[in-house]
Antibody
Framework: EVQLSESGGGLVQPGESLTLSCVGSGFIFSHYAMSWVRQAPGKGLEWVSGISGGRIKTYYADSVRGRFTISRDISKKTLYLQMDGLRADDTAVYYCARFSQDKWQINFDSWGQGTLVTVSS | EVVMTQSPATLSVSPGERVTLSCGAS??????LAWYQQKPGQAPRLLIY???TRASGIPARFSGSGSGTEFTLTISSLQSEDFAVYYC??????????FGQGTKLEIK
């Protein structure tokens, strides 16, 4: 069974940094592209960033480019999201999501339970 | 950026009814469209991909159709566990991957 488990969320002040982690199990981690998707309180889903299975390619939403960095450690089966310069509008539940293959023109097929990031002074 | 528009925003329906949710795209997607279900406090769950293919374990009462810019998700006979928010998502033009704003199914 595919499982994704996020951690690392919390309350931070504007301008601070936070790193989210997502551990994958039940599948060959390097065979799938992965992504982060967030959901602000009471709002819809917003794609944040994606990384290929081989870690070669990364993509970012305009709203986070230059502030967030996605990475993965294949040996640890872990996906990361380094978030710097956090703003109030980054407050959201952050989900890691697996692409159904190691390609980009494809849907997400599995999601973690999410981790809440709150940016507030 | 491809804009995804879902209608209606909220739909009040009774168990057992047939319901159709709509999703429109600002660009032609072919069939690069997925539908997700999200219940309160839970992560989204994949229902449909490729516009019409049910994901593993999804009941046959869920069906998707459409291509290009117009898509629909139909639930043939609503069960109590189907009351949730439904999102469509395009993966034809990326980045970014974009979602509709969601349709909430509530009990009439």
């Amino acid at each position: 069974e595919v499982q994704l488990s996020e951690s690392g969320g919390g309350l931070v002040q504007p301008g601070e940094s936070l790193t989210l982690s997502c551990v994958g199990s039940g599948f060959i981690f390097s065979h799938y592209a992965m992504s982060w998707v967030r959901q602000a309180p009471g709002k819809g889903l917003e794609w944040v960033s994606g990384i290929s299975g081989g870690r070669i390619k990364t993509y970012y939403a305009d709203s986070v480019r230059g502030r967030f960095t996605i990475s993965r450690d294949i040996s640890k089966k872990t996906l990361y999201l380094q978030m710097d310069g956090l703003r109030a509008d980054d407050t959201a539940v952050y989900y890691c999501a697996r692409f159904s293959q190691d390609k980009w023109q494809i849907n997400f097929d599995s999601w973690g339970q999410g981790t809440l990031v709150t940016v507030s002074s | 950026e491809v804009v995804m528009t879902q209608s209606p925003a909220t739909l009040s329906v009774s168990p057992g009814e047939r319901v159709t949710l709509s999703c429109g795209a600002s660009e032609s997607l072919g069939t690069d469209l997925a539908w997700y279900q999200q219940k309160p406090g839970q992560a989204p769950r994949l229902l449909i991909y490729g516009a019409s293919t049910r994901a593993s374990g999804i009941p046959a009462r869920f069906s998707g159709s459409g291509s290009g810019t117009e898509f629909t998700l139909t639930i043939s006979s609503l069960q109590s566990e189907d009351f949730a928010v439904y999102y469509c998502q395009q993966y034809s033009y990326w980045p970014p991957y974009t979602f509709g704003q969601g349709t909430k199914l509530e009990i009439k």
